[in-house]
């Protein structure tokens, strides 16, 4: 049973940083590629970033590229998302999501496990 908690969200100002985790188990971790996604209040889940399974590889959406970065580490089976100069428009439940697949994927259908998400709030 693969389980993703993802952790680290919270009330911020606008300009300011917050730092998700995602701890990952029920598999071989370092083996899949992993994403982040969002969902703000009366929208539809959209993409935020992605690695894939050695990290070596990143792809980001359009409005967090320059601000967002997404990493993870094998040996601890946790993927991170440090988000910098937040803005009032990235509010939304972040969620951790994992496909079956090395290759990162900027598509929900693509991912396989999702966690419950973690609220982000950010404050104009």
């Known amino acids: 049973q693969v389980q993703l908690v993802e952790s680290g969200g919270g009330l911020v100002q606008a300009g300011g940083s917050l730092r998700l985790s995602c701890a990952a188990s029920g598999r071989t971790f370092s083996s899949y590629a992993m994403g982040w996604f969002r969902q703000a209040p009366g929208k539809e889940r959209e993409f935020v970033a992605a690695i894939s399974w050695s990290g070596g590889s990143t792809a980001y959406a359009d409005s967090v590229k320059g601000r967002f970065t997404i990493s993870r580490d094998n040996a601890k089976n946790t993927v991170f998302l440090q988000m910098n100069s937040l803005k009032p428009e990235d509010t939304a439940v972040y969620y951790c999501?994992?496909?079956?697949?090395?290759?990162?994927?900027?598509?929900?259908?693509?991912?396989?496990?999702w966690g419950q998400g973690t609220q982000v709030t950010v404050s104009s």
């Open positions: 999501a994992s496909r079956s697949r090395t290759r990162v994927a900027d598509y929900a259908s693509a991912y396989d496990y």
